[in-house]
């Protein structure tokens, strides 16, 4: 399969926002190709909480191997979350603890990456804090 097709229906599956789109998408977290993983990304990010115990496992396992492949995975959960906190705010804690152990990556790709979750969350955070109305006492 060329790979812009196999982006293509990434991109597309993300569209559906579909419990039926989150087992496709896992096969191709860890994809050697950046715009395929990217694209995955994105479908994710989209879908929220659907994804997120799948997110979750693919992480772990993929923490416990040293190949690319699985670097290459738990770089695209990182930006999964990056992009996840962007669309479903809401959903900062639940992606925190996971962003907080990938700070203890031994790549320094997913380090950075997780570094930039926590520090969307909190610029987040407090805008949040910021733009809520007072409570008069």
């Known amino acids: 399969n060329a790979p812009s097709v196999i982006a293509t229906a990434a991109f597309a599956l993300g569209e559906l926002k579909s419990d039926s789109a ?3 998408l896992s ?13 995955v990304a994105t479908a994710y990010a989209k879908m929220g909480e659907m994804g997120l115990a799948v997110l979750q496992e693919a992480f772990e396992g993929a923490w416990q ?19 996840m906190v962007e669309f479903h705010p809401d959903l900062m804690g ?18 950075a990456q997780a570094a930039q979750v926590v520090g969307r969350t909190a610029q987040m955070l407090s805008l949040k804090e910021s733009l809520a109305p007072e409570d008069p006492l």
């Open 22 to 24: 989150v087992q496709p």
């Open 65 to 83: 191997q040293k190949e690319n492949n699985a670097v290459h995975l738990r770089l695209t959960v990182m930006t999964v979350y990056l992009e």
């Open 94 to 111: 639940d992606v925190l603890p996971l962003v907080v152990r990938a700070l203890d990556d031994e790549n320094w790709l997913v380090k």
């Open 27 to 39: 096969r191709l977290l860890g994809h050697e190709d950046p715009n395929i993983r990217k694209q």
